[in-house]
């Protein structure tokens, strides 16, 4: 959320190298405000690293958290070398995922748990 006087202001501060750009276009690239906030979510909020991958994740069952510290986080619950995670898309990005056990979710619009 910049204006064009302030995007050249980020690029002074030392710790930003430049933006991100859809290939082929010299504009930032552009997240939406619900995926990075679900993202700033998982970030302030979790107790486990949290992973960011890149390479294509098939669709997961949309889910909402309902216990521990990510509770009210609503991603995808997928199934990544064994383990049960939450997902999260994020447009250019990819996206980042957290263990989560199954017991800790239930599906969007359901009132039972996953299982």
Same mark, same amino acid.
């Given at each position: 959320?910049?204006?064009?006087? !302030?995007?050249?202001?980020?690029?002074?501060?030392?710790?930003?190298?430049?933006? &991100?750009?859809? @290939?082929?276009?010299?504009?930032?690239?552009?997240?939406?405000?619900?995926?990075? !906030? @679900?993202?700033?979510?998982?970030?302030?909020?979790?107790? !486990? #690293?949290?992973?960011?991958?890149?390479?294509?994740? #098939?669709? /997961?069952?949309?889910?909402?958290?309902? %216990?521990?510290?990510?509770? /009210?986080?609503?991603?995808?619950?997928?199934?990544?070398?064994? %383990?049960? %995670?939450? #997902?999260?898309?994020?447009? &250019?990005?990819?996206? #980042?995922?957290?263990? &989560?056990?199954?017991?800790?979710?239930?599906?969007?619009? %359901? &009132?039972?748990?996953?299982?």
């Amino acid at each position: 959320h910049v204006d064009p006087a !302030e995007r050249a202001e980020v690029l002074t501060l030392s710790s930003v190298s430049r933006y &991100m750009v859809l @290939r082929g276009q010299s504009t930032p690239a552009v997240i939406p405000d619900e995926q990075m !906030e @679900r993202f700033r979510f998982m970030l302030d909020y979790s107790e !486990e #690293a949290i992973e960011v991958c890149s390479s294509p994740l #098939a669709p /997961g069952e949309q889910v909402r958290v309902i %216990k521990g510290p990510l509770a /009210g986080l609503e991603g995808e619950l997928v199934t990544i070398d064994g %383990k049960s %995670k939450v #997902a999260v898309r994020l447009d &250019m990005l990819g996206c #980042a995922h957290v263990d &989560m056990p199954v017991g800790f979710v239930e599906r969007v619009g %359901k &009132m039972e748990a996953v299982r």
